[in-house]
């Protein structure tokens, strides 16, 4: 296999949830450079509308969804719409995602609790399973979750975040199982873990430059990260360039976990 043969996504079919987001919008983007066909799903629609855009100026096929990862039913429309939109599910990224109000636990309102654990766990496990029973069918596709590094590490040097972190630290290692159980049928299930990139996430934290220098000064780089330096990870996790890989999370965080 050639060089450009290995990280070519033609022909192949990418499902990215949150994809009006900030990550969402790079990594929809990146599988269209990479050759392949989008479904760009958000709970918030027009944002959905403008990465599919974004797609279809990249010279791609693109099919904006509203779906709430959250609502199985919407999950199970979201796959049906991708088989009738592409024949069949190669990739998908489960990358939407919520962050809550920064309160320790003793502090934490439990409807914040709930409702990042519905979309950041539950989210994925429903995204995932209805997913996972067309790539078994298949036999080949590429799941990627998006974690974070605050799914390896606590966050509270910075704020407190203890639902998020634990979501996410549920997502690394639910990437691991699903590695085991999938690997034996084809499918290569892996994950990121971004570090600070400056997106809507957190409620606008990265329009605030406290928020920015604080993190800055805990990362290697010296940087938060723009959305599209997250694209080369993507389309490696994406394409034939990982095939063996299983079950790994890859960190992309500008040396934040290094210390
Ligand atoms: N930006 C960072 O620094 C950072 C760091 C670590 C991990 N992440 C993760 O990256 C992913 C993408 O985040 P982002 O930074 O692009 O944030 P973002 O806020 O820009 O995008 C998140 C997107 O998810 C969508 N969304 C929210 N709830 C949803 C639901 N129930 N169903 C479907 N879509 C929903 C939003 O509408 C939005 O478009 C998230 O999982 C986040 O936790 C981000």
Redesign the pocket.
Not at 67 to 70: G, S
Not at 146 to 150: D, F, L, P, R
Not at 193 to 202: E, V
């Given at each position: 296999m050639s060089l450009s043969e290995l990280f070519d996504l033609s022909g192949r079919i990418a499902v990215i949830?949150?994809?009006?987001?900030?990550?969402?919008?790079a990594l929809s983007e990146a599988m269209a450079e990479a050759g392949a066909d989008v479904v760009c799903?958000?709970?918030?629609l027009e944002?959905a509308n403008q990465t599919a855009a974004a797609v279809l100026a990249l010279g791609r096929r693109a099919l904006p969804l509203r779906?709430?990862?959250?609502q199985q039913r919407q999950v199970k429309a979201m796959v049906a719409e991708t088989l009738a939109f592409g024949g069949r599910l190669d990739i998908l990224f489960n990358?939407?995602?919520?962050?809550h109000r920064p309160a320790p636990l003793h502090k934490l309102r439990s409807a914040d609790w709930h409702r990042v654990l519905?979309?950041?766990l539950n989210?994925v496990y429903y995204c995932a399973r209805e997913a996972l029973k067309v790539m078994v069918k298949q036999g080949s596709g590429k799941l990627i979750n998006?974690?974070?590094?605050?799914g390896m590490s606590g966050s509270a040097r910075i704020k407190p975040l203890p639902a998020?972190t634990a979501s996410?630290g549920a997502v690394v290692n639910l990437t691991r199982e699903l590695g085991l159980e999938y690997g034996p049928l084809g499918i290569n299930v892996n994950g990121i873990?971004?570090?600070?990139?400056?997106?809507?996430?957190?409620n606008g934290a990265?329009a605030n430059p406290d928020f920015v220098s604080a993190v800055s000064a805990v990362t290697a780089l010296g940087r938060?990260?723009q959305?599209r330096e997250m694209k080369g990870a993507a389309i490696f996790l994406a394409s034939a360039a990982s095939d063996y890989m299983c079950g790994h999370m890859l960190v992309i965080d500008g040396g934040a976990l290094a210390h």
């Open positions: 949830t949150g994809a009006g987001g900030g990550l969402g919008r799903a958000d709970l918030d944002a779906c709430d990862v959250t990358n939407a995602g919520i962050s519905a979309v950041n989210g998006i974690a974070s590094i605050w998020y996410k873990c971004p570090g600070f990139f400056a997106t809507g996430m957190g990265f938060v990260g959305p």
